[in-house]
C-alpha cells in the first residue's frame, strides 16, 4: 500500500513554461547541429550521427545550464557509455542480458566519473542493435559529440546572456 502512495508522487506544480523565444532558439540549436552532423556525414562519407545525439540536443539548446548539458558531460558520457557496449559486445555476444550489463555499467560509470549524459544511456543499445566495428567509438561518438559541443559553444554564447559551458 505504501508503495501505491508513493507511486502517486508529491503533487508538485509543473516546472514554469519556457518562453517562446526560448523554445525557437533551442528548436534552431538543434536544426543547425543535426543539419550539420548530416551535412558533414554525406560530404565526408562518414557515419557522424547517433539517434542519442538528438536527445543530446534537447539537453545542450534546451538546458544548456543543467549538468548533463556540459561539455565534459556531451561528449565523454557518450565515448564511456559506446565504449562500454562495444566491449560488452566483444566479451559477451548479443546476449539479453549483455546489453542490460552495458547498460547498467555505462550508468555507473558516467556517475562515478561525473560525466552523467542521459541520452548516452542509450549507446549501448545502438550498438547491440547495430553490431558496428571499433572505428564506431572515433565515428560517430567522439566526433559527432565534438561537433555538438563545438556548435553549442558557438550558438549558446551567441545566442544568450549567460556564458556557456558552466564548467569543462
Known sequence: MQLLTKMRGDGAALPPSPSKKAAAMAWLGGFVTIALLVCLSNGLSLALVL?????????????????FS???NVVMGHVLSSLIGLVCMQWFGPQWWSVAIAVGTAIAVMMLTRTVHPPAGSNPVIVFLGNPSWSFLLFPTL????????VALVYNNLSREARWPKYW
Open 70 to 72: 556540459q561539455p565534459r
Open 51 to 67: 539517434g542519442s545525439f538528438g536527445a543530446s540536443c534537447v539537453l545542450v539548446f534546451g538546458f544548456p545550464d543543467a549538468p
Open 143 to 150: 566526433i559527432g559529440a565534438v561537433v555538438i559541443v563545438l
